[in-house]
């Protein structure tokens, strides 16, 4: 039947829309090892995989917690549902004037600070889908302050960029998005220049 596998399961009946705060997913969902032919294919691991977003139907007591289950809140009270292995990651960017709306592709440019070396600005993600985007407060920081700016932009990235973005926003002096032109899907390649070439 396979090794067991964790997978999420809900407490109790959920409605549609029940946002799953820290708080409320502790509460309401539990992990339960099953064995691995009978983990659906877009389970959930944990409670913290869930956090942040709102079931978009009926789950109830005893189910499975699965990708299916759950979007993204927005505006408007509607949501995009994120994929297997995906995640909706909060930026802050500095700018963020004509990002363009949900759905639109960004780059995402980090500049570091100069540290012990020369600081560089480089394209670290390329077409990225953004999720939303929002005012929000704080100047840029510098290393441990967070890189933030007047924008937090929600956008749609795997496990490892989120990682990757977090520890951006903690050491980078600035993280910028640079929108692109609709329907350009094309890869630019690694770009970057450093204090040094200016």
Same mark, same amino acid.
């Given at each position: ?16 829309? &029940?946002?799953?705060?820290? %708080?409320? $997913?502790? !509460?309401?969902? /539990?992990?339960? +090892?099953?064995? *691995?032919?009978?983990?659906? @294919? ?68 980090? &500049?570091?600070?100069?540290? %012990?070396? $020369?600081? !560089?600005?480089? /394209?670290?993600? +390329?077409?990225? *889908?953004?999720?939303?985007? @929002? ?64």
């Amino acid at each position: 039947m396979g090794a067991p596998v964790p997978v999420l399961v809900a407490r109790e009946d959920l409605a549609p829309g &029940t946002r799953l705060s820290p %708080a409320t $997913a502790s !509460r309401v969902l /539990v992990v339960r +090892e099953v064995p *691995e032919r009978f983990a659906p @294919r877009d389970s959930l691991a944990s409670p913290e995989d869930a956090v942040g977003l709102r079931t978009a139907a009926p789950v109830p007591a005893g189910a499975y917690l699965t990708t299916a289950h759950l979007r993204i809140p927005r505006a408007g009270g509607t949501g995009a549902a994120l994929g297997r292995g995906e995640r909706a990651m909060d930026v802050s960017v500095a700018g963020g004037e004509g990002l363009g709306g949900e759905g639109a592709r960004v780059d995402v440019l980090v &500049t570091t600070e100069p540290g %012990a070396g $020369a600081g !560089r600005s480089y /394209v670290a993600m +390329e077409d990225v *889908e953004l999720l939303g985007a @929002r005012g929000g407060g704080g100047g840029g920081g510098g290393s441990g302050e967070g890189a933030g700016g007047g924008t937090v932009a929600t956008l749609r990235v795997t496990l490892k960029q989120a990682v990757f973005l977090a520890a951006a926003q903690s050491f980078a002096r600035e993280i910028r998005l640079l929108a692109r032109p609709p329907e350009d899907r094309a890869r630019g390649g690694p770009a970057g220049v450093s204090a040094s070439e200016l």
